[in-house]
Structures are given as structure tokens and as C-alpha cells.
């Protein structure tokens, strides 16, 4: 019998598949496409995630850097540009990489993890026992595994096939054009790499472009071809059916600026794509019994800000080593669980952040004055702050202690100080094992039992007020310096009972 069934290998599905081998389950990845890549789709990552990369490893292996990821000064949100230098503590990261370049980077570890990858298997039925999942794939082929995750998309076949609503709204109200265009240098800005567009102006990188008809963004990514994007509110609904042409984005960009840009169409393979409306949802439940969801199978939302990545990403280190803990038989009672009730509520404030910028963006006097309203209020570096936190994801926090100001947060970058010099606590956790920083030299004797499960570290920490931290397998915060008995009652909590 199979340990974990995974429908699907776009990034979640990957990244959850590696997650489960460092824990010492080896996962089949299903995935009905023959060959990889596809449409184009994200151009990068935002938020915590990047610095979640890092603590695999897999940050350098995208980024081409040996130093540690740095916050980004200043992005949008809404159509409005955030200056994040005016933070103290920046929580705000982006990775410029395409989803493809992220994709293989993935499909190569997990083959140094020995994942077993089947290409070309699509999963068109399913049946549960009581103590396993069958699988019926579309050549009639038949799977028995312990747990199935659906990793297969918003339209998921799993999802539907297993029972579980998929509420929520879909606005159609907007069109979006998108495509990987060239201009000619005369319209090429180069003191801020922008358009300059003739009769209306410069249209800046990296933002959105608001005017009384819709909305233009310009991304010229370093070494790859420039995106363009235009979003606007017709009068009549916009059908997807028909194959969009590279004139009528160049069509759109004129409606919206009221003037006229030449694109063309860069040599390789490019992105050409309409989109007719934002659809909103929330899966009824992430679980059906052994079937769980992971990414967009778990929720869909506007693409606006980037946050799908930074969501789904984490939903996968989430679930993972807690699917593995129960795989394994060390779980304690109610440990899966908690996937849903820690990420449901992250997936609810990322829809009310896309949400909100979908309606700053919109068409109307009345949006315009909300506008002026808001561009007063990020004036004031704590609302920017607000925002970042909630663009980023730093803002999250699980139930936890409410007397532990770090349980349940995001664990700080420290540097613990040992034997062999100074280590980066991302260079700890890339086996995704639990892990207990002491300064002390105190608790190892409290952690004895758990040694199986958890690792040690211990020596003078930096970057922490915090004396001792024990960092879950997600690199999230367990518990910080309390007594023996509050540490004892935190891994028992976590990772189960101790050995015998």
C-alpha cells in the first residue's frame, strides 16, 4: 500500500511531496499532464515564502545568490506603491523566478529525495475505506494508499470527486489581457524602466496603472521577456473561448490610456491570455476523511499582489510533516486537524486582501475618492506596516499560548553561536526535522524522550530575545523559554508522547 497519493505536480503538490520524504515518507506524485511545464502562470514569489525556500535550501538553487534573502523596498498594493523603507522591520520578500524555473527546481529535488513522479496518470474515481483511499486512474489502473491530497488546481478533480463544496463568488464584471510583449526602445524609460507612451506618459514598472477606463502593468523581468497586462470593466461580458490576438491587447492598452502602444511578440515561446472575471472561493472543508486539499484544490482568488504561491506554498509544509507524523504513527490526537484550522483562516485573509485591492482598482468616482482616502492613510508608516504584514503573510499567527509572545508566529531569523561557529537558522532546518534551540544548555535532558523526533541545538542565540525556542517542522514557533513543564506539555502537544 502506497503511504500518501498525491494528485498533482505544480508546485504544492511538489513541494508537499518533499516535504513528506524528508520526513520519511515516500509519496506517488500523480500528475495527468505527459510532459511538464504548461501556460505560463506566476512570475514570481511574494511574501514569507521566499524566506520559507530558505529554510529548504532551495532559495539559492532559484535565486543564484549564497546570501540570504533580503526584504524588497517597495511594492504595490491596490494599485498603490508601498514604500517599505520606512519600516523598521521589513516582513515583505519577492523572488523574481517564473513558476516553470520554480517547477523544475522542484522536480529536481524531489528526485534526490527518491519521489516517485508518474506523469501522464490522470485520477478520474476514488473510493474510501476506513483505513485507506482507492484510486482509479483513467487507463484502469487501481491505487490503494493511506492518504490522498488533492494538489490538482482550482478545478479539482479530486475535490469534486470526494464531495466537498467548493462557495464562493465569481465576478465578472472585469476583463484581463495579458501577453509577453516587446517595445521599441523609443518607448523604453530608462531612468526608471518604465513606458513612456506617447500622449499619455509614463506608465512605471512593477505597478499597476490606474485610469477612469481600467488599468495597465508593466513588468520587464531582468533576462526573460516583459509582461504586459491591462484590466478593464466592458459594457458587455468578454467570452474566453475565442484565442486572444496580440492586437487586442494593444487595442485594450489604447482604450485604457487613450493612446496608442506598439507591442510585438518576443521570439520563443510567450504567454498570450485573457481572463474574464475574479473568482473567489473557499473549500467547505480541506478534509473529507483520508482526502485532503493543498493550494488552489483548498482555495481560489484574484491573482492581484501575488499571494497564491506564498499561500499554497506554506498550505504544503503545513500539511506536510503533520501527514507524516500520522503516517509514522507519532501524531498526537487531532494533530492533522489542525492543517485546517491553521491555514482556513490564512486563506480567508488573503481573500479579503485580494478582495479589498480588487475593489481599490475599480472603475468610479466614488473608488477614486476611496483612493484619495487611502493614499492619506499610507502616509502613515504604521498602516504600511499593517499591509506589509498582511501582503506578506508575517502577520500570521496559530493558536498558541497567548502568554507565549512567539508561539504560534513565524520563527525568527536567528543565529545560534556553537561549537563550529555561527549558523543561520535556515541552514538547520532543511531537513524539516522539529528542532529546540537551547542557550541554556538546560532543556536537553526535558527533550530526552523526544530525540527520535526532535533535534537539539544548543549555544548562545542571536536575532531572539528568547533564551530557547522549540521550531516546529514548518519553522513556526512551538514554544520559547518557559520552564521544563511548559516545554514537556509543548512536545507532547506537538509530536506525541515521549519514547519509552
Known sequence: MIDVLIAGAGPNGLMLACELALAGVRPVVLERRPTPGGEPRANGLVGQVVR??????????????????????????????????????????????????????????????????????????????????????????????????????????????????????????????????????????????????????????????????????????????????????????????????????????ARVLGA???????????????????????????????????????????????????????????????????????????????????RRPVAERVVMSTQAQSALIGPGDEITGLRQLFTELLRLPEVTGHIAGLMSGADVRYPADPADPLAGRSAPDVVVHGDHGPTRLAELTRTARPLLLDSTGTYAETAAGWRDRVDVVTGPLEGTTATALLVRPDCFVAWSAGDADTLRASLTRHFGPPSA
Open 260 to 342: 496608442d502602444l506598439p507591442v510585438g511578440t518576443p521570439d520563443g515561446p510567450g504567454l498570450l491570455r485573457r481572463l474574464t472575471g475574479r473568482n473567489t472561493r473557499i473549500a467547505a472543508s480541506y478534509r473529507a476523511g483520508r482526502v485532503l486539499l493543498v493550494g488552489d484544490a483548498a482555495h481560489v482568488h484574484p491573482a492581484i499582489g501575488g499571494p497564491g504561491l506564498n499561500l499554497g506554498l506554506q498550505d504544503a509544509v503545513n500539511l506536510g510533516w503533520k501527514l507524516a507524523a500520522t503516517v509514522r504513527g507519532w501524531a498526537p490526537p487531532g494533530l492533522l486537524d489542525t492543517y485546517e484550522t491553521e
Open 52 to 253: 520559507l525556500l530558505d529554510r529548504r535550501g532551495l532559495y539559492a538553487r532559484l535565486s543564484g545568490e549564497s546570501s540570504p534573502p533580503s526584504p524588497q523596498p517597495a511594492f504595490t498594493f491596490g494599485a498603490f506603491p508601498l514604500d517599505l523603507t520606512v519600516l523598521a522591520d521589513n516582513p515583505h520578500y519577492v523572488l523574481g523566478v517564473p513558476q516553470a524555473q520554480l517547477e523544475a527546481a522542484l522536480v529536481a529535488r524531489a528526485a534526490e529525495l527518491e519521489v516517485d513522479l508518474r506523469r501522464g496518470h490522470e485520477v478520474v474515481d476514488l473510493h474510501q475505506r476506513p483505513d485507506a483511499v482507492e484510486v482509479c486512474l483513467a487507463d484502469g489502473t487501481q491505487l490503494t494508499a493511506r492518504f490522498l491530497v488533492g494538489a490538482d488546481g482550482g478545478r479539482s478533480t479530486v475535490r469534486r470527486l470526494v464531495g466537498i463544496d467548493f462557495p464562493g463568488v465569481t465576478d465578472d464584471r472585469s476583463v484581463s489581457r495579458t501577453a509577453t510583449v516587446t517595445v521599441p526602445a523609443s518607448f523604453l524609460d530608462p531612468a526608471t524602466g518604465g513606458l513612456r507612451v506617447p500622449g499619455y506618459g509614463v506608465v512605471p514598472p512593477f505597478q499597476h496603472t490606474r485610469t477612469p477606463r481600467g488599468l495597465v502593468a508593466w513588468a520587464p523581468f531582468p533576462g526573460r521577456p516583459a509582461l504586459l497586462t491591462t484590466t478593464e470593466w466592458p459594457d458587455a461580458p468578454t467570452s474566453d473561448d475565442a484565442p486572444m490576438e496580440l492586437a487586442e491587447l494593444r487595442a485594450s492598452v
